[in-house]
């Protein structure tokens, strides 16, 4: 068993933040989606004993990985060294550029609207007993990950980036992030 802490976001610095997301929620994101991909993947062709939306849910759930990684790929390989060296070496917090935020905005709107969606096509959630067991196990981890999404966004939208953008110096370029997926 696990101790758990409450962790007060608002109390974090903004690298201390960063590192806390990516521990908190990009591993476990990125882990979730591992074994539901698997699922769909390996399991699902076989799988006689699932819900009829489940083709509908595996693309939905496709869609919406190639946004997550995406997001969580600029932010550990661009977006977070920035906020790392710049806004500390320099001491300042404010070293994001707000077109810069506004790019990660719209792809966080874009997986809300895929989760949406999924948790639509996915009738909430409702385990029906009639599934086989990996299904069920597939469904439960949607939920799951659907959690640790909404938590991640809610704390990057509200505490991360409001504390690391400004208008000012752009520090990231803009077409860096411009590489994002539509769900059209």
């Known amino acids: 068993m696990h101790a758990f802490a409450i962790i007060n976001f608002h109390e974090l610095s903004p690298t201390t933040l960063c590192d806390v997301v990516v521990h908190k929620f990009h591993h476990p994101i990125e882990q979730t989606a591992d074994e539901i991909m698997t699922y769909f993947n390996l399991e699902l062709p076989d799988d006689s004993q699932v819900a009829g939306s489940a083709a509908i849910q595996q693309l939905l759930f496709s869609r919406l990985h190639a946004e997550f990684s995406q997001v969580i790929r600029k932010e550990a390989t ?13 001491e300042k917090y404010k070293c994001i550029q707000p077109a810069t ?25 409702q385990i029906q007993q009639t599934w086989s067991s990996e299904y069920k196990l597939c469904v439960s981890n ?6 640790l999404i909404q938590q991640w966004l809610y704390i990057e939208q509200n505490i991360l980036y409001p504390t690391v ?7 990231v370029q803009q077409d860096e992030l411009n590489n994002t997926s539509s769900i059209d």
């Open 101 to 125: 935020y506004e790019s990660i905005r719209q792809a966080f709107q874009k997986i809300t609207l895929l989760l949406q969606k999924l948790r639509q096509v996915s009738d909430n959630y």
């Open 78 to 90: 661009i977006l977070y060294p920035v906020i790392r060296e710049k806004c500390v070496l320099e």
């Open 142 to 147: 949607l939920y799951m990950l659907e959690q």
């Open 165 to 171: 953008t400004k208008p000012g110096t752009i520090i």
